[in-house]
């Protein structure tokens, strides 16, 4: 009998989280761009960035804690990997552009398509992805043998890049393009995971949420001063702050299970064998399908936009109602593919 590998409850709560930070961000933008800029409705809307921006961060970070520091056979891991990503793709995909086609009247010529496949707004996610994936065999092996010295190394000249992208201070002939980009959050959520830092783990919760808030209130201050920092993800801010979140998760999972704190253990374990805690766990097992499948709610709603002016109303009151409506449809379609043998493949859980 092949034992089930039991899953790592802090990462559920990261996974979870994530996915409803994509869901903040994809549904305010569009209470933002039509609202006056820099009116009380305009900067509430856009201030649901400040979580959504973490949403990409934390599932790449997830995935790197997941995938490196193993030995992997080529033909199996990528197997595995790339049906897992690409066989609910290509199906929602195909759904979206018939959604698009016959509920939206878009173009429907092999550009068109091609634009939809490839340069839709989310799906960016999903390529990036699929390239990451294509590095993690030459990566892995070289975390698994240099350890957390070697991740170390990757992750100072990593952040050297983002404040270079920032205050350019590298001259150009020194190209450090190999360990820029996204991958960096692979490592990241790899050291992030497996590293025992000095400090206690009371004083990691500390740090950590610290971390969080210092690093929200920057993020905040460049949302409302609409300050410019290029591709935002490969800038500083959102490593420290995914960083903060993703270490208070651990460590408050760490100081639960090991009993140190009487107060933390009770909640902790009241979420994790509760109803929400089986409710975390579907949201995690369903966030990709969800990925996949969230737009076609927002489009639902972008339809309704054009005769009733959605996105023109009081964003305190319509952006949580759409963000439940886009979050509850998109889970409960995926929850049903995924109960529905012949549809599961499709689900992406």
Same mark, same amino acid.
């Given at each position: 009998m092949v034992l089930k590998k039991e899953r790592i409850f802090y990462l559920d709560e990261i996974r979870a989280l994530a996915i409803i930070f994509v869901i903040f961000i994809h549904v305010s933008k569009w209470f933002a761009w039509?609202?006056?800029p820099n009116t009380l409705y305009c900067n509430f809307s856009s201030s *649901?960035?400040?979580?959504?921006?973490? /949403? !990409?961060?934390? *599932? *790449?970070?997830? #995935?790197?804690a997941l995938l490196l520091d193993r030995d992997y056979e080529f033909k199996s891991f990528f197997k595995r990997r790339f049906s897992r990503i690409f066989v609910p793709? !290509?199906?929602?995909?195909? !759904?979206?552009?018939?959604?698009?086609?016959?509920?939206?009247?878009h173009a429907y010529g092999f550009d068109d398509i091609m634009n939809i496949i490839f340069k839709e707004g989310y799906v960016w996610f999903i390529w990036t992805l699929a /390239?990451?994936?294509l590095f993690i065999p030459v990566l892995s092996p070289f975390i698994k043998k240099f350890k957390f010295k070697g991740a170390e190394y990757f992750l100072i000249i990593w952040i050297i890049t983002?404040?270079?992208? !920032?205050?350019? *201070?590298?001259?150009?002939?020194?190209n450090l393009t190999y360990f820029s980009g996204f991958l960096g959050y692979f490592v990241l959520g790899?050291?992030? #995971?497996n590293k025992e830092f000095k400090w206690s783990d009371k004083a990691m919760i500390a740090i950590s949420s610290i971390m969080f808030l210092v690093f929200t209130g920057i993020h905040l201050y460049v949302i409302l001063y609409s300050i410019d920092l290029g591709n935002f993800y490969l800038t500083p801010i959102p490593v420290f702050q995914a960083s903060g979140l993703y270490l208070f998760l651990r460590y408050s999972?760490?100081?639960?299970?090991?009993?140190?704190? #009487?107060?933390?253990s009770k909640i902790y374990f009241g979420i994790k064998y509760s109803k929400l805690g089986k409710l975390i766990?579907?949201?995690?097992?369903? #966030?990709?399908?969800?990925?996949?499948?969230?737009?076609?709610f927002i489009w639902g709603f972008q339809i309704l936009d054009e005769t009733y002016n959605l996105f023109l109303r009081n964003p305190f009151k319509w952006i949580p109602f759409m963000i439940l409506v886009v979050l509850m449809g998109s889970w409960a379609l995926i929850w049903i593919f995924s109960k529905i043998p012949s549809l599961k493949k499709f689900s992406g859980t």
């Open positions: 039509a609202e006056t *649901f960035a400040v979580l959504g921006d973490l /949403g !990409v961060p934390l *599932f *790449f970070m997830i #995935s790197g793709f !290509v199906f929602w995909m195909a !759904v979206v552009i018939l959604f698009k086609v016959f509920l939206m009247d /390239g990451l994936y983002f404040f270079s992208n !920032v205050f350019h *201070f590298i001259p150009p002939k020194i790899w050291y992030l #995971s999972a760490k100081i639960a299970e090991s009993g140190e704190g #009487s107060l933390i766990l579907s949201l995690s097992l369903c #966030s990709y399908g969800i990925y996949l499948t969230h737009y076609l």
